[in-house]
């Protein structure tokens, strides 16, 4: 057990979150609570780097079983825009019933086709039900007024936790854009009507990058950093311990110490490092399977779930 105790939330017995029926128990380390206290404490974002694999993104949905509070999660690509989060005009669901529509008859107003993102679902998911308007025009639009699809675990007005998923796959800008909803919990509508954060209401932002791009100056000054490094030995052995509780420790030290060895290798050799997750993905292949690391088939499993060559040009030889 550490020594720290979080001053914004309470950790379980042993340090662990138990997990629910969507996601697997985390165990959390002095490092890691201490950044999440801080990022409260400070309503800053938290910006998690580590190689893939390591749990960056598995930190949100602990903190929000923690917090007991909405999840509300965005993954990136390289079409992310910032109108996902925040908010967009549905054109093409207008385009459609400009079409289908009877002659004559006008079309409801824009703000009927506005697609509520997760920082507005976030910051008022009442208005997002709205899609901004009040009560007396969706009374005056009447059937017209089509309510927006509400995300999974948006809630309903409680505290929400935002994970905002591989931020280095966006565009370069993007991260930049996202500076006014973070900073001043607030963006604005493509109308120009201001959606901001209900008075006391608690947010925790987390962001995860592997690395792959350098982020802005100005982004960074604005969040909390938290660096997630391979753990040790002993922290992996623990860590399999908090997923696979009926698993024999000496096993788990067995295949811990065994990834531990691929990984010296991989990084001697200049290859990709195997991650905490494909060290859990063996051990569950070795409780499911029954092939432990002193079983003659163990190093097959070891390929398929650690190594995962995909380079067959040195393998010359044909398969007898």
């Known amino acids: 057990m550490m020594d720290y105790r979080p001053t914004h939330f309470t950790l379980p017995d042993g340090d662990t979150w138990s997990g629910d029926e969507n996601y697997p128990p985390y165990l959390f380390n002095e490092d890691i609570a201490i950044a999440v206290d801080v990022a409260?404490?400070?309503?800053?974002?938290?910006?998690?780097?580590?190689?893939?694999?390591?749990?960056?993104?598995?930190?949100?949905?602990?903190?929000?079983g923690l917090l007991d509070c909405s999840?509300?999660?965005?993954?990136?690509?390289?079409?992310?825009?910032?109108?996902?989060?925040?908010?967009?005009?549905?054109?093409?669901?207008?385009?459609?019933?400009?079409?289908?529509?009877?002659?004559?008859?006008a079309l409801p107003p824009e703000w009927a086709y506005l697609e509520p993102g997760l920082f507005w679902w976030a910051f008022d998911p009442d208005s997002a039900r709205r899609r901004g308007a009040t009560a007396q025009q969706i009374e005056q639009l009447?059937?017209?007024?089509?309510?927006?699809?509400?995300?999974?675990?948006?809630?309903?007005?409680?505290?929400?936790?935002?994970?905002?998923?591989?931020?280095?796959?966006?565009?370069?800008d993007l991260p930049n854009d996202l500076l006014e909803p973070l900073d001043r919990l607030r963006f604005q509508l493509p109308g120009g009507q201001e959606v901001k954060a209900k008075p006391n209401t608690r947010f925790l932002v987390v962001i995860t990058t592997n690395g792959e791009r350098e982020l802005p100056p100005a982004f960074l000054r604005r969040c909390v950093s938290l660096m997630l490094r391979h753990p040790t030995e002993a922290r992996l052995v623990e860590i399999g311990q908090r997923h696979f509780p009926r698993v024999a420790k000496k096993r788990l030290t067995q295949v811990a110490g065994r990834f531990q060895i691929l990984r010296q290798q991989a990084r001697t050799?200049?290859?990709?490092?195997?991650?905490?997750?494909?060290?859990?993905?063996?051990?569950?292949?070795?409780?499911v399977l029954n092939i432990q690391p002193d079983d003659?088939?163990?190093?097959?499993?070891?390929?398929?779930?650690?190594v995962k060559k995909t380079d067959w040009t040195d393998d010359l030889e044909e398969e007898q």
């Open 40 to 64: 409260i404490a400070t309503r800053r974002p938290l910006l998690i780097a580590g190689p893939p694999g390591c749990g960056k993104s598995m930190l949100a949905p602990a903190m929000a």
């Open 71 to 105: 999840l509300l999660r965005h993954t990136y690509t390289s079409r992310s825009r910032l109108g996902e989060l925040t908010s967009e005009v549905d054109h093409l669901r207008r385009l459609h019933e400009a079409q289908a529509g009877v002659h004559g008859k």
């Open 142 to 172: 009447g059937p017209a007024f089509k309510a927006p699809e509400v995300p999974e675990n948006a809630g309903s007005g409680r505290d929400a936790v935002i994970l905002l998923d591989e931020i280095d796959k966006a565009e370069p």
């Open 269 to 287: 050799e200049g290859l990709r490092l195997p991650s905490t997750s494909e060290y859990l993905d063996a051990v569950r292949a070795a409780k």
């Open 296 to 306: 003659p088939f163990w190093g097959q499993v070891e390929t398929a779930s650690l």
